[in-house]
């Protein structure tokens, strides 16, 4: 059974910094890419960043300059550095694994909080 669990959500004040983990487990097909999706309060979901086995990276505008995608392929897990956090980055943060040839599995959520 395919798992993604997360980790490193919080409370944080504006301008500060969080790291989310994200390992995944239980495959036996390979990962094609991971990436971090976030949905917020009355939002719908939306990619925040995502990156591939090559180590390409995609960020959504909202978030470049501030967040770092990065994997470390040999443990399936991917990171979410983030730093000069808003207030509207508050959402709850989802991980997704996207495998070979063509599925998709998301974690559970981690809830990222930041006060003004």
């Known amino acids: 059974q395919v798992q993604l669990v997360e980790s490193g959500g919080g409370l944080v004040q504006a301008g500060g910094s969080l790291r989310l983990s994200c390992a995944a487990s239980?495959?036996?097909?390979?990962?094609?890419?991971m990436g971090w999706y976030r949905q917020g309060p009355g939002k719908q979901r939306e990619l925040v960043a995502v990156?591939?086995?090559?180590?390409?990276?995609t960020y959504a505008d909202s978030v470049k300059g501030r967040f770092t995608i990065s994997r470390d392929n040999a443990k399936n897990t991917v990171y979410l550095q983030m730093n000069s956090l808003k207030p509207e980055d508050t959402a709850v943060y989802y991980c997704k694994g996207s495998y070979f040839p063509a599925r998709d599995y998301w974690g559970q959520g981690t809830q990222v909080t930041v006060s003004s």
């Open positions: 239980g495959s036996s097909f390979s990962l094609r890419s």
């Open positions: 990156i591939t086995t090559s180590g390409s990276t």
